[in-house]
């Protein structure tokens, strides 16, 4: 039986569909916040559908009964107060019981207090540099080399040959899991947006203002966005790649990255 | 006067003050930007058909979607409704020619002077303007020579409008039929004026924002500049409190227009005709103190995003009482499906769709995931193609018959009903899956993992394109479809189905007597 199902039609294309890696909704992501996230968008997304069902059947059940071919005589009403005082109602009842969980989120997104460390992000015309303020760490970070080559105008090469194309950048922000990263963000010439959807944060980088926001990503893995605020011709351009590890293999990568500095500052 | 026939030639269209005349003009010039904002659509959707540069560099990409919206909404969608209001208003009030009509042709042969010099940028040293269509700084202060003229334009446009709005309003309040009281006026009438005042007040808002952005770039000022003390956010609150009006000043006109066609042909008086006015004026209202949803990831305090969420979710129910309203108009009625209606149909289903993703857009949390992603761009597209487009063609075969005095193709129109709301479909409703998974918007190239929906959008952007050359051969063809008759059709309401079809020159000399207006209406 089970297998039957699986054999049926929709069931193949939606298997095919997930092993192909077609994204059709939000990620639910790798921090409390993204997953509460993901429920308000199911949330609002359930309440559409269950309202379009409603909606789209009593408009249906007239496109089809109320025909004049069907011989139906028009009726000559033109209100009824009962009707539109239930339709204006209880819209908005339901309204409040999306607004509500929405807002316990807003306030917990607002909360950046008590970080495990702090990370000024600076946008600039076309990349991103990260500026560790609990070490000496800063970099700059632009696409990766192999995506750079591809993405001209007739290069010959096969985006489909390039892995992560224009999702690559040559030096990622690292973090470590489970710590809660406060992200300051600014820019130093027009307004970028720093998006990692797998962390549900975007806030724009904007020139003498300094935004905050923050994550605490539970899951060790690379996440991957782009900038979200159009900031000229390669704003496509300017991938955002945070790679999240498990705490020693942080310690050896801020060891590596001292080391680096020292070495060639000698 | 009434022996008085249009001048010959050129002129007649040069010097006309005639309502009908100016609206002929209105409507054809606001095809002919759709086209042009629809070719620069097709190079956008032709570079995003696969991943990797195909066509063009991302320069001009840019250029292509900034001009695209600019021509579609200043261009296509709001003078094809000022199009609508100089034919109809007069003949639906019954009144013989708008108040102001030596202002009404100013304000008409203003905007192929400003389009004109919109389009020269694109010839201009650095392109034309590349920063979107909301000209944030300071990316707008990077744009080339053709910043001048852009800002130039867009001061013409609003000229237009501001002068287009009052022309309505005092046609409106002063020269309506006796015995036509407020609340008995045509929604499509109805709308207008809310609509009017709605351009009166935000337009030189707009005229404002980018006056400064002229004087921050060539007279030293900082308004939005950091470093001189500026702040850019501001011009996003400003542009925002023009911005947001604007989208309902380019969707109330439709829903006039919907209220109208829906209840001739389901033979049955429109559902709730004052709940609608008090709907539309809410609406406008409200319009006012949401600007900021569109700018929840700028850095906000709490209590500003929990208010502009609040006020925002609270636009959807005189929203619903609208979409509501008109299916309690088809509900046991007699329905007939001619292509205005079916226009009309769609535009109720599919503009709730986008009713519902902008609902969706209200939540902040899931907004900060939303914003700037393919998500939004399938969001306004909905409320405004298969929404504002989609009812300007209803009201195009509705009033044809009235305009020409010829029926036009029914299959032709039919058929170009049917293609386009296809290909509407496909072009935008694979663009939510695309934003939800993580495609920004403005961007020329994207990742493999978006290949599939991109191309779906595109071959139903080009397909929807095609389409419309439908209903260019339809406007051509109409002259010798069968003769109309006055009322055209079998059960409309209104005074403009009380005179001849095509309405002759001059109309209504002499207000309609009680009788006459009464008929119509009841
Ligand atoms: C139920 C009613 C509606 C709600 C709740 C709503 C909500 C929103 C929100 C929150 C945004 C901002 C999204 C973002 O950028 O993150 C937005 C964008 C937009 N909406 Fe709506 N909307 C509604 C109806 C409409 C209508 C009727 C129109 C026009 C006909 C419209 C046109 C637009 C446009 C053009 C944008 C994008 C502007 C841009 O960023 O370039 N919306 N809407
Ligand atoms: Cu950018
Ligand atoms: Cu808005």
């Known amino acids: 039986m089970m297998r039957k199902l699986l054999c049926s039609v929709p069931g193949l294309v939606w298997a095919g569909a997930a092993s192909a890696d077609y994204a059709v909704n939000m990620p639910k992501g790798v921090t409390e916040l993204s997953a509460e996230t993901y429920e308000i968008h199911m949330l609002a997304f359930w309440w559409c559908v269950a309202i379009g069902v409603v909606v789209f059947g009593a408009m249906l059940y007239s496109l089809v009964k109320h025909r004049k071919s069907k011989g139906v005589q028009p009726a000559d009403f033109s209100h009824s107060t009962m009707a539109e005082v239930v339709w204006t109602a209880l819209p908005c009842f339901i309204l409040l019981f999306m607004a509500v969980p929405a807002a316990e989120t807003m306030i917990k997104l607002e909360d950046s207090r008590d970080p495990d460390m702090s990370v000024v992000v600076t946008g600039y015309q076309w990349r991103w540099h990260y500026d560790y303020q609990d070490s000496d760490i800063a970099f700059y970070s632009s696409l990766a080399e192999s995506s750079l080559k591809a993405r001209r105008l007739e290069s010959g090469i096969d985006p489909y040959s390039v892995e992560n194309y224009l999702l690559e950048v040559d030096n990622p922000l690292v973090v470590p899991v489970g710590a809660k990263v406060r992200v300051l963000l600014t820019s130093n010439d027009v307004l970028h947006a720093w998006w990692v959807p797998d962390l549900a944060i975007k806030k724009d980088a904007i020139p003498g203002i300094i935004n905050e926001t923050w994550f605490k990503a539970d899951v060790a893995g690379t996440y991957r966005g782009q900038c979200a605020e159009l900031c000229g011709k390669d704003h496509g351009y300017m991938p955002v790649v945070v790679e999240v590890l498990e705490a020693d293999a942080y310690a050896e990568w801020i060891a590596g990255q001292t080391a680096d500095t020292t070495g060639s500052n000698e | 006067m009434a022996d008085h026939g249009p001048d010959k030639g050129i002129k007649r269209w040069l010097y006309t003050t005639n309502h009908k005349d100016i609206g002929t003009m209105y409507l054809i010039f606001s095809l002919v930007m759709f086209f042009i904002g629809g070719s620069m659509a097709l190079v956008i959707r032709t570079e995003l058909m696969q991943p990797g540069l195909q066509f063009v560099h991302p320069e001009f990409f840019n250029q292509m979607t900034t001009m695209h919206a600019l021509i579609m909404v200043f261009g296509a969608v709001m003078p094809a409704f000022v199009g609508l209001a100089n034919w109809m208003i007069p003949m639906m009030i019954g009144a013989p020619d708008m108040a102001l009509p030596r202002m009404n042709n100013w304000s008409f042969w203003i905007l192929p002077v400003a389009f004109g010099i919109l389009l020269s940028t694109l010839f201009m040293p650095g392109g034309a303007p590349a920063s979107g269509w909301t000209m944030y700084p300071p990316l707008v202060l990077q744009t080339g020579d053709a910043f001048p003229f852009l800002i130039f334009s867009v001061h013409l446009m609003g000229i237009s409008s501001i002068m287009g709005a009052i022309n309505i309003i005092v046609t409106i309040l002063n020269m309506r039929a006796p015995d036509m009281w407020l609340l008995k006026m045509p929604m499509f009438v109805w709308t207008w004026l809310i609509t009017a005042y709605l351009l009166i007040a935000v337009m030189p808002v707009l005229a404002g924002a980018v006056t400064m952005l002229l004087t921050d770039q060539f007279f030293g000022t900082s308004f939005f500049l950091a470093a001189g003390g500026g702040d850019p956010v501001m011009f996003q609150h400003i542009f925002w409190f023009f911005g947001h009006p604007e989208v ?275």
């Open chain 2, 248 to 522: 309902y000043i380019m969707i109330l006109p439709a829903f006039g227009v919907v209220s109208e066609i829906i209840p001739t042909f389901s033979r049955k008086p429109l559902f709730g005709h004052d709940s609608m006015v008090y709907a539309a004026s809410c609406i406008a209202f409200l319009s006012f103190i949401v600007w900021a949803h569109h700018m929840f990831t700028v850095g906000m305090p709490l209590s500003g995003q929990l208010f502009f969420m609040f006020a925002t979710m609270l636009i959807a129910v005189p929203t619903g009482v609208k979409i509501f309203n008109w299916i309690g108009t088809m509900w046991r009625g007699s329905l007939t499906f001619e292509t205005p209606m079916l226009f009309a149909l769609a535009f109720v289903f599919l503009f709730t769709i986008g009713g519902f993703s902008g609902v969706m857009l209200a939540m902040v949390p899931a907004d900060i995931q939303y914003h700037d992603s393919y998500f939004v761009v399938a969001h306004f597209h909905y409320v405004l193609v298969p929404g504002s487009i989609f009812s300007l063609f209803a009201a195009a075969y509705y009033w044809l018959p009235k305009w020409t005095g010829h029926m036009y193709n029914e299959t032709a129109g039919k058929l170009h009903f049917w293609l386009s709301t296809f290909f509407v479909n496909l072009t935008f409703f694979p663009m939510h899956f695309l934003g939800l998974a993580g495609m920004p918007r403005r961007i020329p190239d994207y990742s493999t993992q978006f290949a599939d929906f991109n191309w779906m959008a595109s071959v139903g952007a080009i397909g929807f394109g095609l389409s419309q050359l439908i209903f260019v051969y339809v406007l051509l063809t109409c002259k010798k479809g069968a003769k109309a008759t006055d009322r055209v059709w079998e059960a409309p309401k209104g005074l403009e189905w009380t005179v001849p079809s095509p309405a002759p020159y001059h109309t209504f000399d002499t207000p309609p007597v009680k009788r006459v207006a009464q008929e119509a209406f009841e």
